[in-house]
């Protein structure tokens, strides 16, 4: 049987470092396992950024680094909610409201154009 170890980084994890803590565990288990377990180490989510922005990835995600995972989540939403009856009714400025009423420190609110400009 051939096994496999998928390690994924966290939603929100920023693009141009990767997780310290996903590469010390696919170490390990690398340097205990060997051959017995292929094991990979990922951002799943690096997609749902890399097509709202297009390019400039790193500075898009530092721009929206101080709202925590709440880009991340708007994002997923239009990516792939929207598609499901019931989510598609959603409301957008309505979920951005309630957002910026959780988020501490940050300068302005959260918008739907900075999320994906």
């Known amino acids: 049987m051939h096994t496999r170890l998928h390690l994924i980084s966290m939603p929100w994890a920023?693009?141009?470092?990767?997780s310290i803590q996903n590469g010390v565990l696919k170490a390990y288990v690398d340097s205990v396992l060997g051959d017995r377990v292929e094991t990979f180490a990922y951002?799943?989510?690096?997609?749902?950024l890399v097509e709202?922005?297009?390019s400039g990835v790193v500075d898009h995600y530092e721009t929206l680094q101080e709202y925590e995972e709440y880009p991340y989540f708007l994002m997923?939403?239009?990516?792939?909610?929207?598609?499901?009856?019931?989510?598609?009714?959603?409301s957008v400025d309505r979920l951005l409201r309630r957002v910026n009423a959780n988020i501490d420190g940050a300068e302005l609110p959260l918008t739907a154009k900075k999320v994906a400009p």
């Not at 997923?76 to 959603?90: D, E, I, N, S, W």
Request: glycine residues 4%.
């Open 76 to 90: 997923f939403l239009k990516r792939y909610l929207r598609r499901k009856p019931g989510v598609a009714q959603v």
């Open 52 to 54: 709202e922005t297009r």
């Open 14 to 18: 920023n693009p141009s470092m990767p």
């Open 43 to 48: 951002s799943a989510f690096a997609r749902i």
